[in-house]
């Protein structure tokens, strides 16, 4: 089993849908969880940061942690076109930012 | 403002040809890193350094070379023993203590004649 896995889509929505992307992992001594977006020829940017279970709010994102199951969600409402782009989600081996593990990814295209 | 620089932004390399990347950060990050983005197999880690001339073996270092003398700077040089370098290189820095995370610079494309 993959430590991190990630459906790489791509995933196509009209603009003003709510967005789900997910990642599963399997080693339950992960901590911190990060969502990157990714433009394309661009280099990932820090999207959303949690620790341990449970919702993060910003503005149109919510990033959501649930360790039992061993699943992290990012959750983009009213999607535009601007959103469109490729979602990473990483996981930190060892809680100093100096190991994580990256998803492949997924591709979002949002139409207008 | 603090960040990432990475040059060139296109890189061609002619067979044979070792080619070196540079990577600067100014965020007083400890640590900093260089990844690879193939299609399809999302980052894979070649090097990374946490701390003044000292860095460690990724995934993928075959082929690959770094030094550390600066806190500020990772350059990466892709030698001729790297038989596939076209990608997308990305160098990446973060601290090292407790809750930190990795910010990246804008890439750069290598590509071979």
């Known amino acids: 089993q993959k430590e991190v896995e990630q459906d790489p889509g791509p995933l196509s929505v009209p603009e003003g849908a709510i967005v789900s992307l997910n990642c599963t992992y399997s080693?339950?001594?992960?901590?911190?969880f990060m969502w990157y977006r990714q433009y394309s020829r661009k280099g990932p940017e820090l999207l959303m940061y949690t620790y341990s279970s449970g919702n993060k709010e910003d503005g149109r994102f919510t990033a959501q942690v649930d360790k039992s199951s061993k699943y992290i969600s990012l959750f983009i409402r009213d999607s535009q076109p601007s959103d469109s782009a490729t979602y990473l989600c990483a996981m930190d081996r060892n809680q100093a930012g100096t190991a994580l593990i990256f998803g492949k990814g997924t591709t979002l295209s949002v139409s207008s | 403002d603090g960040g990432i620089t990475q040059s060139p932004k296109y890189l061609f390399r002619k067979e044979g040809q070792n080619v070196t990347l540079s990577c600067e950060q100014n965020l007083n990050h400890d640590a900093m890193y260089w990844y690879r983005q193939d299609p399809g197999q999302g980052l894979r880690l070649i090097y990374y350094?946490?701390?003044?001339?000292?860095?460690q073996k990724g995934d993928i270092a075959e082929g690959y070379s770094v030094s550390r003398e600066k806190k500020e700077s990772f350059p990466l040089t892709v030698t001729s023993a790297q038989k596939n370098p076209t990608a997308f290189y990305l160098c990446a820095s973060s601290g090292t203590t407790l809750g930190e995370t990795q910010y990246f610079g804008p890439g750069t494309r290598l590509l071979v004649l």
């Open positions: 350094s946490q701390i003044v001339n000292d860095f």
């Open positions: 080693n339950s001594a992960f901590q911190y």
